[in-house]
């Protein structure tokens, strides 16, 4: 008996480890079932939906402007409640869109404003170890810069979610964005689902063709392998592109099939806006 027990696998219910090339794998097909999805928002039913694109940019700008010359802490909240009633009534997930502004927003935006908790000069608020003061100014500072990107990013990715890509880069039109800026987005926004295509498929065709686990050493190379071999095909398909653009006669800009029209609730959704954003800027002043 005791003999048996020390036959038996010691880790025979343990998880096998996750490498570089499945992590990689995973986050790309991650990225891909959200761009799907966020297409799909934009084909629903709801209130940004119906709107003109040309109406939703205008407006999402003047809405920035509101929260950026807010300067009270109630006001840039209330802007922010106002961009999760958007989100319901345009039938976006809740959870999946305060998850996109939050995920990330906190800790790039942190970078920023932590340094101001103790640098700002005012009146003591805690004191931490090694002598660190947060200030009540440079709290405040901090909340108010937190508040302000997340309204804003909020505005921003509710344009992008409830509108195409390509009527949203036609209507920058409208602000006389130059053409040569509209079509380097549009065409950087399209060949990079390309290239996460193109990377998930090497990646995986790859895997399906190793047996074992492979070591760390062996999975780095691999990845590096395989980012040489996707910037040679990146530097190939954009010389073939443009040599495919040029022979079929493209001298200016795209032109696209759909059309925009103003229509009796676009100019109603443009006067709420403007009297909302004159609202915020002089309660918030």
Do not use: C
Request: net charge positive; aromatic share 10%; no cysteine.
């Amino acid at each position: 008996m005791a003999t048996q027990s020390r036959a038996e696998p010691v880790h025979s219910h343990s998880r096998p480890r996750r490498g570089v090339v499945e992590h990689t794998l995973a986050d790309i097909s991650a990225t891909l079932e959200q761009s799907l999805f966020a297409e799909e928002i934009a084909r629903r039913r709801g209130l940004l939906q119906s709107l003109d694109p040309r109406v939703k940019v205008v407006s999402v700008i003047l809405f920035l402007v509101a929260v950026s010359l807010s300067r009270s802490l109630a006001v840039i909240v209330g802007l922010y409640a106002v961009t999760l009633a958007w989100a319901w009534w345009s039938s976006v997930p809740m959870g999946f869109f305060v998850k996109r502004v939050w995920l990330f927003m906190p800790f790039f935006t942190g970078i920023v404003a932590i340094p101001a908790f103790f640098i700002t000069p005012g009146p003591p608020l805690a004191h931490l170890p090694l002598g660190l003061v947060i200030t009540r100014t440079g709290a405040m500072t901090a909340l108010f810069l937190l508040l302000r990107v997340s309204t804003s990013v909020s505005a921003t990715v509710l344009l992008v979610l409830t509108t195409p890509w390509n009527s949203v880069l036609k209507a920058l039109g409208v602000l006389h964005v130059p053409d040569v800026f509209i079509l380097i987005l549009g065409m950087t926004f399209r060949y990079i689902y390309l290239f996460l295509h193109t990377t998930n498929d090497m990646l995986l065709s790859r895997k399906s063709r190793i047996v074992g686990q492979l070591n760390g050493a062996d999975e780095r190379r691999l990845i590096a392998a395989s980012a040489g071999t996707l910037l040679s095909k990146s530097l190939h398909l954009s010389g073939e592109v443009y040599l495919a653009m040029q022979s079929r006669g493209f001298r200016d800009y795209p032109r696209t099939m759909d059309t925009f029209k103003m229509r009796r609730l676009d100019w109603l959704w443009g006067t709420v806006m403007l009297l909302i954003t004159a609202i915020a800027i002089w309660l918030g002043r």
